[in-house]
């Protein structure tokens, strides 16, 4: 199966800083990763789908970037809503597999 | 407004069963695709099994292949995860998962999860 690796494992930052996390895959998922965000209590929130959509709802500040076997998800400016944990997610082949996750805390 | 409502989890043995049910409402739910995400106690999400919306193709993990299957009745609108031979290692929040109409991991709406506890 894909292995996808996510780094940092956490990323310290403050409000109004701009947030790089990484998702690498073992191999090729050409575009076909996703982004979703997960806060403590609340169920998953789709952010990016196929690399660089943003889905319907999702703030600009949100940006993905990539194709092959690295990736990027940026947050242009956190907000304090956006302190949470990133996966990603292939689908470029079954099964499909998750990142282990990247935390956005604040710092 | 879309709802999935999650239901069935419990405490269960080991090598014991449980079906989880997740019924939708607020849209057409045989246009869609649905899939089981599942969140072990402080570990990140797994991605358990996908089903398309007429139910003919499904798919599975490699850790819950040949112990779980994932079905739906599209006259009722609920989704089920049919769990045999669970382990410690299945416990975990469950949370089924709408996708776009097609299988394409774009999971629009979510439920709110069931727990579901492998524990003697």
């Known amino acids: 199966e894909i292995v996808l690796t996510q780094s940092p494992a956490t990323l310290s930052l403050s409000p109004g800083d701009r947030a790089t996390l990484s998702c690498r895959a073992s191999?090729?998922?050409?575009?076909?990763l996703t982004w979703y965000q997960h806060k403590p209590g609340q169920s998953p929130r789709l952010l990016i789908y196929?690399?660089?959509n943003r889905a319907t709802g999702i703030p600009a500040r949100f940006s993905g970037g990539g194709s092959g076997t690295d990736f990027t998800l940026t947050i242009s400016s956190l907000e304090p809503e956006d302190f949470a944990v990133y996966y990603c997610l292939q689908r470029s082949e079954w099964p499909w597999t998750f990142g282990q996750g990247t935390k956005v805390e604040i710092k | 407004e879309v709802q999935l409502l999650e239901s069935g989890g419990g405490l269960v043995q080991p090598g014991g069963s449980l079906r989880l049910s997740c019924a939708a409402s607020?849209?057409?739910?045989?246009?869609?695709?649905m899939t089981w995400v599942r969140q072990a106690p402080g570990k990140g999400l797994e991605w358990v099994s996908a089903?398309?919306?007429?139910?003919?193709?499904?798919y599975y993990a490699d850790s819950v292949k040949g112990r779980f299957t994932i079905s739906r009745d599209n006259s009722k609108n609920i989704l089920y995860l049919q769990m045999n031979n669970l382990r410690a290692e299945d416990t975990a929040l469950y949370y089924c998962?709408?996708?776009?109409?097609?299988?394409?991991?774009?999971?629009?709406?979510w439920g709110q999860g069931t727990l579901v506890t492998v524990s003697s």
């Open positions: 191999q090729s998922v050409r575009i076909f």
């Open positions: 998962a709408k996708d776009v109409i097609a299988v394409a991991a774009q999971f629009d709406s």
């Open positions: 607020g849209f057409t739910f045989s246009n869609y695709a």
């Open positions: 089903i398309n919306n007429g139910g003919g193709s499904a």
């Open positions: 196929d690399a660089s």
